[in-house]
């Protein structure tokens, strides 16, 4: 009789000891991979997570901590697939309803019971084979059942148009395909913006749409969950015109649709029938991701360079995360200009990698990565750390400092409190709050609202000042600021970045901002200031407080100094 096969482990916690226990758990019933760091777990899961049954993950190591790791895998939509179980000492309540957000499966606090780590180990290990057995049933029955569509849409659901797609595929004729994967830009926003309601009728809308269109040309229409819709269709050029004109013609009809809101299309022509449909809809799905949040491409078409710069992309995070380790990473200094005298009233701290073979790079090059990754929040920690350092050295040296502001994400307010370490920061130096100042990004604040404003209040309540960034660059009304418990606006001088003929909208749009916030008593800078004409214009209409390459290019710490102490 054959030995039964041993579960297979990924241990990833920075404690020996810790690991070692784990392991004298699991000693007969498992074997054990384990990693001391989240970093190199990542590289280790990216090549053998098929071969893994779960995952034991530490919350809190140097580096890259376990929520980190955690976002990785839910990125990677590795967690669909593996369990992930928290163990850690932090019972926080927050962190624990964090990792349960982020995907984990259960949460087991040190120190714990032996007997009951190990079974509920093998009972998640247990649960979710049975539930990949039941979804396999699921899949094996679904092709006789032609009743799964979703109620909204009016729609096949996901594996109801896979398996469709799959059946079409095989009896494949000659007539080139299209896979066309859908979705709304920024439909989060718009949900936040007019409702739940309002979003239910736009995904009706297109919805309606896509099943007049299949009627019409031929091919299967699905809806995927969320904002996400697909087609199979013919490859045909009037097909597609067909499609964009009549979903655009009903956008009119409501305008809300049409702000900023139009959906996105991803197309790839099936080479190969025989390839699994999953992997067909991924390859429109690479083309759709090309053209998300870009304002001025609404259609991509998918090439096979997609997927190396997506490779390429995991090359850059990985590189950037040895430069985060080895502290390669520094704040450069951008200055604040009181515009009437010329003075120097603040600054706002920039990240630059000092590369160790590629030198200075500019923020870029790295940040988007870092963004989209859900890992932008180990660089800003070392820039909170770093700039602080900074500031207090300069008060030491009797150098008047004037307060300099540090960028914080959505990623670092999901990742703990932000007022906490930053107070914990200032305090470990014995800096005053009142000489850092906060900036959040617009677009932060509005898709995250309820969450940054309990963390915005908390920023007050510590004696931190908090800017909102990029003010004009995203989807703000005027009218949202009255609600905002900020200190300053900052507004992105893109509101002028128009054409000759559409300058005078611009301006218009610039001085309602202005004058909103002379109403509410919030002081305003501008920043992305570059030109002289662009001074004498702020200057007449009453804002004094400016951030620009007219003024000055972000500059190392030291340069800054100089320009402090310059007599």
Same mark, same amino acid.
């Given at each position: 009789m054959d030995a039964i096969q041993k579960r297979k482990v990924l241990v990833i916690d920075d404690s020996i000891t810790n690991r070692e226990i784990l392991k004298e758990i699991l000693k007969d019933e498992a074997d054990v991979v384990e990693f001391d760091n989240g970093h190199d777990a990542v590289n280790y899961l990216m090549d053998h997570f098929y071969e893994l049954d779960i995952v034991l993950l530490d919350l809190v190591m140097p580096g890259m901590n376990g929520f980190e790791v955690l976002k990785f895998m839910k990125n990677k939509h590795m967690i669909d697939y593996l369990p992930v179980i928290m163990i850690s000492a932090d019972d926080e309540e927050k962190n624990v309803e964090y990792a349960f957000d982020l995907g984990a499966i259960d949460y087991i606090t040190r120190p714990f019971m032996e007997r009951i780590v190990l079974r509920r180990v093998l009972t998640t290990i247990s649960l979710f084979e049975k539930q990949k057995e039941l979804i396999g049933q699921i899949d094996r029955q679904f092709k006789a059942d032609d009743q799964r569509v979703d109620e909204l849409t009016g729609l096949d659901f996901k594996q109801s148009f896979y398996n469709k797609v799959y059946t079409h595929l095989r009896n494949y004729g000659k007539d080139p395909l299209w896979m066309v994967a859908i979705d709304i830009d920024h439909f989060k926003l718009f949900n936040n913006f007019y409702g739940w309601e309002k979003g239910d009728q736009y995904l009706r809308l297109m919805g309606r749409y896509l099943k $007049?269109?299949? +009627?019409?040309?031929?091919? /299967?229409?699905?809806?995927?969950?969320?904002?996400?819709?697909?087609?199979?269709?013919?490859?045909?050029?009037?097909?597609?015109? !067909? #499609? @964009?004109? +009549? /979903?655009? $013609? !009903? #956008? @009119?009809?409501? $305008?809300?649709?049409g702000i900023g809101f139009g959906p996105k299309f991803g197309f790839y022509e099936i080479d190969n029938p025989a390839e699994s449909v999953e992997k067909i809809y991924n390859k429109a799905v690479i083309a759709l991701a090309s053209v998300s949040g870009d304002y001025t491409r609404h259609i991509a078409w998918y090439d096979p360079? #997609?997927?190396?710069?997506?490779q390429t992309e995991y090359e850059l995070l990985s590189d950037i995360r040895r430069g985060i380790e080895d502290e390669e990473f520094f704040p450069f200094l951008q200055p604040k200009v009181d515009m009437n005298t010329g003075k120097i009233v603040g600054a706002e701290a920039l990240a630059r990698w000092y590369h160790r073979e590629k030198g200075i790079m500019a923020s870029g090059s790295f940040i988007p990565v870092l963004e989209h990754t859900g890992f932008v929040a180990s660089l800003d920690k070392l820039m909170w750390k770093q700039t602080i350092k900074w500031i207090k050295e300069m008060a030491d040296a009797n150098v008047d400092v004037p307060p300099v502001s540090v960028n914080v994400s959505r990623a670092d307010f999901y990742a703990g409190s932000v007022s906490e370490y930053l107070s914990e920061l200032c305090d470990e130096r014995n800096l005053s709050h009142d000489l850092l100042q906060v900036e959040i990004t617009e677009s932060a604040y509005i898709e995250d609202y309820i969450m940054i404003e309990e963390e915005v209040e908390n920023l007050h309540k510590a004696g931190f000042k908090v800017l909102m960034d990029d003010f004009g660059s995203g989807y703000s009304s005027l009218n949202a600021l009255k609600n905002m418990s900020i200190d300053i606006l900052k507004i992105d001088m893109k509101f002028l970045d128009l054409d000759q003929e559409n300058i005078v909208k611009g301006i218009g749009i610039l001085e309602g901002v202005l004058n909103m916030a002379k109403v509410l008593n919030l002081p305003t800078v501008v920043e992305g200031v570059e030109t002289e004409e662009q001074v004498e214009l702020l200057k007449g209409r009453g804002c004094n407080i400016a951030q620009g390459y007219y003024y000055y290019h972000p500059m190392p710490c030291e340069d800054f100094e100089s320009l402090l102490t310059k007599k």
């Open positions: $007049e269109f299949t +009627r019409r040309h031929g091919g /299967i229409a699905g809806y995927l969950g969320g904002d996400d819709f697909a087609v199979l269709c013919p490859k045909n050029r009037s097909v597609l015109d !067909d #499609m @964009k004109k +009549r /979903i655009k $013609e !009903d #956008m @009119k009809k409501d $305008e809300v649709f360079v #997609m997927a190396g710069q997506l």
